[in-house]
């Protein structure tokens, strides 16, 4: 059944709310008929509250992180659960302000998360059809003892972008060549992770929502023992820290970049300048690229101008 498009009425505007800022991730996997109505709706919702972030609207669902002052995000939350399609959305909540992004941008995409194949990924009002065993955090550790104990060790597979993982992964994990979501797709139908086919596999990635269409590809072509880790890297921080089986800092997708769980977080990076250890993000210097790169603030300070890889080859000699 596909969910009706209406939605209610944005709440009366916060009168110059103040107070410490909160981020907000969330995601809903869920057919909507009208995505375009449930733009219009979202994005008077934010602007309402003074809220800024990235939404996207699909008629796979929605996916959203903003930010803002802590009582205006927790409206913009109440009022998005009152969407019947929408109720009982989980959140996962961190840290920031509305200064964290650059803007509000309120979109529609045909996929959720751009894999690139929308037509091979089937949504119902429970989510995607066919994905993995939702792990949670708290059961992780007991399920990679069970296996080694039968001799079958479970694979991590990192379901991010390869520098995202540079500075913070699971121990052990296999990671993915691959540069963007699509690149994703591709290592799945090329053949390249068959050889984890026969073995106990736990997707992971941020917040869990790239991982419900990897970990349904992935058992779409035979894998066996598929899991994805339930509300991501985010639960699990949240649980365990760094004191488990994740090393180094998370990326995020804002103006902070990375986050640590713990004050002793590991540095996992390598700069990419001068080889040195660092868990620092810094974008391409051409502002029209979203690329971004493992450089130490000494480096990036030393050579502002420093470009991708990808606009390097893009540059006439």
Request: proline share 7%.
């Amino acid at each position: 059944m596909t969910a009706s498009a209406s939605a209610p009425a944005a709440p009366t505007p916060l009168p110059s709310p103040g107070g410490p800022g909160r981020i907000a991730l969330y995601y809903r996997f869920t057919p909507l008929a009208d995505p375009e109505a449930v733009r219009l709706w979202q994005r008077t919702l934010a602007v309402s509250l003074g809220l800024t972030g990235r939404i996207i609207v699909s008629p796979q669902g929605i996916n959203g992180t903003v930010g803002g002052p802590a009582e205006a995000v927790k409206r913009y939350v109440r009022g998005t659960r009152e969407h019947p399609a929408f109720r009982g959305l989980e959140v996962k909540w961190s840290d920031g302000s509305a200064a964290d992004f650059p803007r509000l941008s309120v979109r529609v995409r045909p996929e959720l998360v751009a894999f690139g194949a929308p037509e091979r990924i089937r949504v119902d009002e429970h989510g995607v059809v066919g994905t993995g065993e939702h792990l949670p955090a708290d059961q992780l550790h007991a399920l990679v003892a069970e296996r080694a104990a039968e001799g079958r060790p479970v694979r991590f597979l990192d379901g991010r972008n390869s520098v995202e993982a540079a500075i913070g992964r699971f121990e052990d994990a296999v990671i993915p060549a691959a540069h963007t979501t699509r690149d994703l797709l591709e290592a799945v139908d090329s053949g390249s992770l068959d050889h984890l086919k026969d073995q106990p596999v736990v997707t992971y990635c941020t917040g869990g929502v790239r991982c419900e269409v990897l970990s349904a590809l992935l058992k779409d072509r035979g894998f066996s023992e598929v899991y994805q880790l339930d509300g991501g890297i985010v639960r699990y921080g949240e649980a365990h820290g760094d004191a488990g089986l994740w090393h180094g800092r998370l990326a995020v997708f804002d103006r902070r970049l990375s986050l640590a769980f713990t004050d002793g977080a590991e540095t996992l990076g390598r700069c990419v300048t001068c080889g040195g250890a660092t868990s620092h993000l810094a974008n391409c210097a051409d502002p029209a690229c979203t690329t971004l790169q493992v450089r130490c603030p000494d480096c990036v300070a030393a050579h502002p101008d420093h470009v991708c890889p990808r606009c390097l080859e893009r540059t006439p000699a």
